[in-house]
C-alpha cells in the first residue's frame, strides 16, 4: 500500500511558544498508528496542526498528504481531501440539527468524490445503520450538535459522524477518555468497522486501554514536541509498565 | 443619543434653582478655596450649568425611574450650620474598631479633625479635608478636579453634579503613592446632624492609588436625625496601571434623608476596582458608579445591596465605559424591597469600538416582599465591538412559595422560614466581601434590617 | 410626467442587481399631489369613497399630528437625516377599470408578472398551497383569492378599504381601539392617510382553516406606504396571518408607516408573522425604506393569545416594537424575533409586554445579528401592572456580531408593580466562536456555509415558529442578506 501521510520537521507554535519540535511521521494507507503522550507532549497540537486550525503556526517542515502540500490546504479542503478529527472536545452548535449537520457534510465529501448526493431516505436509511451499530439511539438525529450531550454521547457523536464521512484518514485526540468500558469497546467497533486497506487512523491517547481492542500497527512515544521512540503494539504495554519518564528522560538528554 | 435636557416647567422647581442662585451668589466668598481664580471659575460654571439645567426631571431617560420633585420642593441649605455638640463617644458603632488606621468624620458636610484619626504616617498615604487641601496645596487638587474631566461638562456630569461643583465644600483627598500598599482601609464617616434646618451636604472626594497601589476606602453616609436634609456628593477615583482599590459604601442615611451620590471611577492598564455598595437608609437615594476603563485588562467587580422599606425609593445607576480591549466587569445588584417601597436598577455597559476581548456581564435580581413593592431593572448594553462575551441577566420575584412549603415541611414556623430564604437570596454578596470588619458591618446591618420585618 | 418613465429611469439608473426583488412594474398610477394637508386627507377619503366618520376621523388625527411636528420619536438608536414629509406622495393607486377588479382575470396582467417575480403566484398559490392572498399594492388591494372560500365560514378576509364599506360596524368599534390615533408620531401619521392594508374577522367559535397572507410591495417613486390592518378574532376562535414585504430598490429613502391592530376575545388566539424584506439600501447605506411601523394587539378576552412572529432583513432603517396588551385573565402574548442588520442598515425594535390581566404570560425570543457597519438594537418593555397576580414573564436576547465595526444593543425595561410576578430576562452578546466555525469546516463545510449554519441555528427558535415554507424562505433570506459579510 501507499504513502498516505507524511509529516517532515514539523515545527509549530501556540501563542508563540514551541510546541511541536520536529515531528516525523510517515503513515501508510491501511495502517493504525498510535501517538502516546503525557499531558503538554504536543498531542492535541499536533492533531490540529494536521486538520489547520487556527492559531497554530507551523514555523518549519512540510505535511504531505496524498502527494499534496497539506498545510497550504484550509480546513474545509483538507476536510473534503478525506482528514476528519475527532475532537478531544466536541463543539456545541445550538439550533443546528445533528441530521441537517451531517447531512450537508455529507454530501459536500460525496460531491468531492464524484459520487451522487444522497438524498433525505439514503441518509436516513444509513445514518440509522450506523447509529445502530454504535448502539446509539436515532433521536440523537434530531438533536442538535453536541448540545446537551454527555462526555460519552459527544465521543460517540465523533465516531458517528465518521462513520458517515468515510475519511481516508481519521485523526482521533483522546476519543477514549471520559469513556467506560462498554462504552470504549463500542467506539473501538467503530474506529474498527473502519479499516481498509486503503484508509488509515492515527490515535492519539494518553492511555493505551484503546489499543487492546483497536490493535496498532505501530506506536509513536511524543515528548516534549518530538517523537522519541517507534515500536509495534508492545511498546504501549511498555509504556503503561513503565510510565512516561523513562522515555521523558530519554527526550531530554536527546535536546 | 441622549435626550435633550427638559426643564422642569414646574413653578417650584424654578423658585428652589432661584434660591440655589441666590445662596450661591450671597455665600460664594465663604465657600472653600474662595479666591482662587480656576475654582471661582469653575464653580461659577457649575452654577450656571445648573441654572441651565435644572433639576433633572423624569423625561430624561437617566431618571425615568427616580423622580427628584421631592427633592426639589425644599430648599437645603446647601451652607449648613455645623452640629457641634457630637463627640467621640457618639461615634460609637460607626467606626470599624481596630480595623482602620485612617479615619476622617465629616459632621454636616464639613471635616472634623477633633473626632478624626489621620493615622501613621510613612505607609504612603496621605489623607486631608478637601477644604485643608486647598490652603496647603491647591494646585495638587486643581490637578484632580481637572483632571478628573470637568465636573460641568460632557456626558459624566449632572445637574445635581453641578450644583456640587458649585457649593462643594468638604471632602476626602486620599493620596497612594506608587507600590504602597498601606494594610488597613481609610474610613470616611459623614455624620449627618440636621435637626435645625434641611441641611444640604456637597461632599467631594478624591481618591488617588498610584501605580501598582493598593487601597481600600470605605465611605458611610449616617444619619443622626429622622428630619429631612440632602446629601449630595460626588467621588472622583483614579486607579493608576496596575493599581487595586476596594471601595465599600454604606449609605444608612436619616429617615427623612435624600442621598444623591455619583462615584467617577478612571480605571488604567490591569487595575482592578472592586466597589460594594449597601444601601438601606433615606427616602430617596441614588447611587451611581461611572467607570471608564482607560486602559488594557481592568478588572471591575461592581456589587450591591438595596434594602428598601416603608416608602423608601433607592436606586441604583451604573455606567461601564469599556474604552479598550481586555477588559472585565462583574456586576451584580440585588434588592430587597418590602412595604411600598421601590428598587431601581439602571445599567449599562458600553463597548467601544475596538474595545475587542472584553467580557462583561451584569446581573440584577429583585426580591418583592409585599403587595405594593416595586421594582424597576434596566439592564443595557451597547456593543460596537465583535470580539466580545457580554450578557445580563435581570430577575423580579416574589419568595418561592415551594422552597417556603419545604421548609416549613421540615418544622420550620413560616416566619422563620421567610426569613432564611431572604437571608439566601443576597448572603452571600456579603458573605463574599474579602475585609472581615466590613463583612461583619454589612452582615449586622442586614440581619438588623431582617429583625426589622413585619413577618 | 408619467409616472412609468419616471420610475424606469429610476431604475436604470440604479447599478448592480444584488436586490432580488429591485425592479419597477411599469403601469400608470393614480397619484394625488405631493405633499401633506387637509386637502390630501379629504382627496384619499374621497377617492375611497368613505363615509363621513371616518374622514372626521382621520382629519382629527391629521390635526393631531400637525400639533406634534418636530415630535418625531429620538429616543431610538437610529439616525436619519430630518423627513420632509412635505415632499412625498400619500396617495397613488394603478389606474385600472373604475370599480376595480372582480376576479384575477380582470386584474392587470403585469401586475401579476410582478407578483410572480415576487413568488407570489395567485393562482399557483391559490390551488396548490392553500395560502389566501391579500395583494397591497402601493396603497390599494387588487387581488383577493380564496374569499368566497372563507365567506362559508363567516371569515371576513378582504381590503380595509372594502371592509369601511362591507363592514363598517366592524370597521367603527375596532379601527383605533388598539392603536389610539394619537399614539405616537407615524401611527398618527398614518391615521390621517392610510391608504389600504387588510382587514379580517373571524366569527366566534371559527378556527380559520388556513393560513392567511398579505404581501406588501411599495412600487412608485416618492410615495410612502400608509397600510392599515386590523384582525379581530371574535371568541373561540383562531387566524395565522402572514405578511411578507418588497420594495423596488431606489436611491431614496422612502417612508413606510403602517398601523396593525390585533384584538382577541375570550379563548382567541392570533398568530401573526412577518418577513420583512424591503429594499435596504445599498452598499454604502444609499437608499432603501425607512419602516416605522406601530403594531400593537389587545388579548381583550380571558385565555386569549397573541403571538408575533417576526423576521426582519431588509429596510435602511426599522423601528417597530410589535407589542401585546395581556388585559385578559390567563392571556398569553409572544414575541419571537430575527433582526438581520448589514451594511449600513440600523433596527431598533423590540416589543411591549403589558401586563394587566391575571396569570398573564408572555415569552420574549429576540435575536440581532449584526455585521457591516449594521447597529441593531433590541428594545423591549415588561411591565406588570397591580393587578396583574401571578403575571409571568421570560425574556432571552441574543446578539450575534459579525466584524468589528457593527453594533449591538440591548436596552430592556422591567417594570414590576406586583410582587406575585416572575420576570426573567436574560441576554448575550458574542460573536460566531471560532470553535463552531473550525468544527464546521473539519467537516468540509466552507467558510461562508459555516456562518450560515451557525447563524440559522442560533435562530432556531425564531423560525420554527414559522409555517415550514417560510422558515426556508427566511432562511434563504438570511443567507442573501449576510452575503460577504464574512471573509
Known amino acids: 500500500m501507499g504513502q498516505l501521510l507524511e509529516i517532515k520537521n514539523l515545527h509549530a507554535r501556540v501563542e508563540g511558544k514551541a510546541i511541536l519540535d520536529g515531528i516525523e511521521l510517515t503513515i501508510d494507507a491501511g495502517e493504525v498508528h498510535a501517538v502516546m503522550g503525557p499531558n503538554g507532549s504536543g498531542k492535541s497540537t499536533l492533531a490540529y496542526v494536521l486538520s489547520g486550525r487556527e492559531g497554530y503556526e507551523v514555523t518549519e517542515g512540510e505535511v504531505i498528504f496524498e502527494g499534496k502540500d497539506l498545510l497550504a490546504m484550509a480546513p474545509e479542503e483538507r476536510a473534503r481531501a478525506g482528514i476528519f478529527l475527532a475532537f478531544q472536545y466536541p463543539i456545541e452548535i445550538p439550533g443546528v440539527s445533528t441530521s441537517v449537520f451531517l447531512k450537508s457534510a455529507v454530501n459536500i465529501l460525496r460531491r468531492e468524490r464524484g459520487e451522487s448526493e444522497l438524498d433525505a431516505m439514503d441518509f436516513l436509511k444509513r445514518a440509522k445503520e450506523k447509529l445502530a451499530a454504535l448502539r446509539m439511539d436515532q433521536k440523537f438525529l434530531s438533536r442538535p450538535v453536541n448540545v446537551g450531550f454527555s462526555g460519552g454521547e459527544k465521543k460517540r457523536s465523533e465516531i458517528f459522524q465518521m462513520a458517515m464521512l468515510e475519511p481516508k484518514l481519521a485523526i482521533l485526540d483522546e476519543t477514549d477518555s471520559g469513556l467506560d468500558i462498554d462504552a470504549l469497546k463500542i467506539v473501538a467497533e467503530g474506529i474498527n468497522a473502519l479499516r481498509s486497506p486503503e484508509k488509515a487512523t492515527l490515535m492519539i491517547t494518553h492511555y493505551q486501554r484503546l489499543l487492546d481492542y483497536v490493535v496498532p500497527d505501530k506506536v509513536h512515544v511524543l515528548a516534549h514536541g518530538r517523537i522519541v521512540k517507534t515500536g509495534g503494539k508492545e511498546l504501549a504495554l511498555e509504556l503503561e509498565e513503565k510510565g512516561y519518564a523513562a522515555f521523558d528522560a530519554a527526550s531530554k538528554d536527546a535536546a | 443619543m441622549t435626550v435633550p435636557a427638559h426643564r422642569d416647567a414646574s413653578g417650584v422647581h424654578e423658585a428652589t434653582c432661584k434660591a440655589y442662585l441666590d445662596r450661591f451668589a450671597a455665600k460664594r466668598a465663604e465657600l472653600p478655596g474662595a479666591g482662587l481664580p480656576w475654582l471661582d471659575a469653575w464653580r461659577e460654571r457649575a452654577i450656571e450649568r445648573f441654572a441651565e439645567h435644572g433639576f433633572p426631571s423624569p423625561r430624561l431617560e437617566e431618571w425615568k425611574f427616580t423622580n427628584l420633585s421631592k427633592l426639589a420642593e425644599t430648599v437645603f441649605e446647601p451652607i449648613p450650620s455645623a452640629a457641634n455638640g457630637i463627640s467621640r463617644e457618639d461615634l460609637g458603632g460607626y467606626r470599624l474598631e481596630g480595623a482602620s488606621d485612617h479615619l476622617l468624620v465629616f459632621v454636616n458636610g464639613r471635616l472634623r479633625p477633633d473626632l478624626s484619626d489621620t493615622g501613621a504616617p510613612g505607609e504612603g498615604v496621605t489623607v486631608t479635608g478637601l477644604s485643608r487641601a486647598l490652603e496647603d496645596d491647591a494646585e495638587a487638587v486643581e490637578e484632580s478636579l481637572i483632571g478628573a474631566g470637568d465636573p460641568s461638562a460632557g456626558e459624566r456630569a449632572s445637574a445635581l453634579g453641578q450644583l456640587n461643583a458649585a457649593f462643594m465644600g468638604d471632602g476626602a483627598v486620599i493620596r497612594v503613592a506608587a507600590n504602597a500598599q498601606p494594610e488597613r482601609p481609610v474610613h470616611l464617616l459623614f455624620l449627618a446632624h440636621a435637626d435645625k434646618e434641611p441641611a444640604g451636604m456637597h461632599p467631594r472626594n478624591l481618591i488617588h492609588a498610584g501605580e501598582g497601589a493598593k487601597l481600600t476606602v470605605i465611605e458611610s453616609y449616617v444619619g443622626l436625625s429622622d428630619g429631612p436634609y440632602w446629601t449630595n456628593a460626588v467621588t472622583h477615583v483614579t486607579a493608576e496601571k496596575g493599581a487595586a482599590i476596594q471601595h465599600f459604601k454604606f449609605q444608612a442615611e436619616g429617615a427623612g434623608a435624600f442621598h444623591i451620590a455619583a462615584t467617577d471611577v478612571d480605571l488604567h492598564e490591569n487595575a482592578a476596582y472592586t466597589s460594594f455598595v449597601m444601601s438601606l437608609g433615606g427616602i430617596l437615594a441614588r447611587n451611581e458608579i461611572r467607570a471608564r476603563y482607560n486602559g488594557e485588562g481592568v478588572h471591575c467587580a461592581l456589587k450591591g445591596v438595596s434594602l428598601a422599606r416603608g416608602r423608601q425609593h433607592l436606586d441604583t445607576t451604573t455606567r461601564v465605559d469599556h474604552l479598550m480591549p481586555s477588559g472585565v466587569t462583574d456586576e451584580t445588584y440585588k434588592g430587597i424591597v418590602d412595604d411600598r417601597a421601590r428598587s431601581v436598577f439602571r445599567g449599562k455597559i458600553r463597548v467601544a469600538p475596538g474595545a475587542q476581548k472584553t467580557n462583561a456581564y451584569q446581573l440584577n435580581q429583585n426580591l418583592l416582599l409585599s403587595d405594593r413593592a416595586q421594582a424597576d431593572s434596566k439592564p443595557e448594553l451597547e456593543i460596537f465591538a465583535d470580539d466580545v462575551k457580554c450578557g445580563h441577566g435581570s430577575t423580579v420575584g416574589d419568595i418561592d412559595a415551594e422552597a417556603l412549603f419545604y421548609l416549613r415541611a421540615r418544622g420550620l414556623e413560616e416566619r422563620e422560614a421567610r426569613t432564611l430564604l431572604i437571608e439566601a437570596f443576597l448572603g452571600q454578596l456579603i458573605d463574599d466581601i474579602e475585609i472581615g470588619p466590613v463583612r461583619a458591618m454589612a452582615r449586622e446591618a442586614f440581619t438588623g434590617w431582617l429583625a426589622g420585618l413585619d413577618g | ?487
Open chain 3, 1 to 487: 410626467m408619467a409616472v412609468s418613465s419616471e420610475t424606469l429611469e429610476t431604475v436604470r439608473s440604479v447599478t448592480g442587481g444584488e436586490y432580488k426583488y429591485g425592479f419597477v412594474t411599469d403601469i400608470e398610477s393614480d397619484f394625488a399631489p405631493r405633499g401633506l394637508n387637509e386637502d390630501i386627507v379629504r382627496f384619499i377619503s374621497a377617492k375611497k369613497e368613505e363615509p363621513d366618520w371616518l374622514l372626521q376621523w382621520r382629519l382629527k388625527a391629521y390635526r393631531f399630528w400637525t400639533g406634534l411636528e418636530h415630535e418625531e420619536p429620538k429616543w431610538s438608536k437610529v439616525q436619519h437625516p430630518p423627513i420632509d414629509f412635505q415632499d412625498a406622495y400619500y396617495y397613488a393607486a394603478p389606474k385600472e377599470a373604475k370599480d376595480g377588479p372582480k376576479s384575477l382575470d380582470e386584474v392587470d396582467p403585469e401586475l401579476l408578472r410582478t407578483y410572480e417575480k415576487l413568488g407570489i403566484p395567485l393562482r399557483e398559490q391559490e390551488v396548490l398551497a392553500g395560502v389566501a392572498v391579500d395583494a397591497v399594492f402601493d396603497s390599494i388591494s387588487v387581488a383577493t383569492t380564496y374569499k368566497e372560500k372563507l365567506a362559508e365560514l363567516g371569515i371576513v378576509f378582504c381590503p380595509f378599504s372594502e371592509a369601511v364599506k362591507e363592514h363598517p360596524d366592524l370597521v367603527q368599534k375596532y379601527l383605533g381601539s388598539v392603536v389610539p390615533y394619537s399614539d405616537n408620531f407615524y401611527a398618527t401619521l398614518n391615521s390621517a392617510v392610510f391608504s389600504d392594508g387588510s382587514f379580517v374577522y373571524i366569527p366566534p367559535g371559527v378556527r380559520c382553516p388556513m393560513e392567511l397572507s398579505t404581501y406588501f410591495r411599495i412600487n412608485a417613486a416618492n410615495t410612502g406606504q400608509f397600510e392599515r390592518t386590523l384582525i379581530i378574532a371574535d371568541r373561540d376562535s383562531y387566524v395565522s396571518y402572514l405578511e411578507g414585504c418588497t420594495a423596488p430598490m431606489r436611491d431614496e429613502n422612502q417612508l413606510h408607516a403602517a398601523v396593525v391592530e390585533l384584538v382577541t376575545h375570550d379563548n382567541a388566539e392570533i398568530k401573526y408573522a412577518t418577513i420583512q424584506n424591503w429594499y435596504p439600501g445599498d452598499k454604502d447605506g444609499k437608499g432603501g425604506i425607512y419602516n416605522f411601523v406601530t403594531k400593537r394587539g389587545a388579548c381583550r378576552g380571558r385565555n386569549s393569545k397573541i403571538s408575533w412572529t417576526q423576521v426582519e432583513t431588509g429596510s435602511a432603517i426599522t423601528w417597530k416594537y410589535p407589542s401585546v396588551i395581556l388585559q385578559g385573565d390567563n392571556s398569553i402574548g409572544e414575541f419571537y424575533s430575527v433582526a438581520v442588520t448589514n451594511n449600513y442598515q440600523q433596527a431598533d425594535t423590540g416589543t411591549k409586554m403589558i401586563h394587566i390581566g391575571k396569570n398573564t404570560r408572555s415569552t420574549i425570543i429576540s435575536k440581532g445579528i449584526s455585521a457591516g457597519h449594521g447597529q441593531n438594537t433590541y428594545r423591549g418593555l415588561v411591565r406588570v401592572m397591580p393587578k396583574a397576580k401571578g403575571a409571568r414573564n421570560y425574556t432571552q436576547c441574543d446578539s450575534l456580531l459579525i466584524g468589528d465595526s457593527c453594533g449591538g444593543h440591548t436596552v430592556p425595561y422591567i417594570e414590576v408593580r406586583n410582587p406575585t410576578a416572575r420576570v426573567e430576562h436574560e441576554a448575550s452578546a458574542s460573536k460566531i466562536s471560532d470553535d463552531q466555525l473550525f468544527y464546521c469546516r473539519q467537516r468540509g463545510l466552507d467558510l461562508e456555509d459555516a456562518v450560515s449554519v451557525i447563524v440559522n441555528g442560533f435562530c432556531k427558535e425564531v423560525f420554527q415558529k414559522l409555517p415550514m415554507e417560510f422558515a426556508v424562505e427566511a432562511q434563504k433570506l438570511l443567507d442573501v442578506s449576510l452575503e460577504g459579510s464574512v471573509g
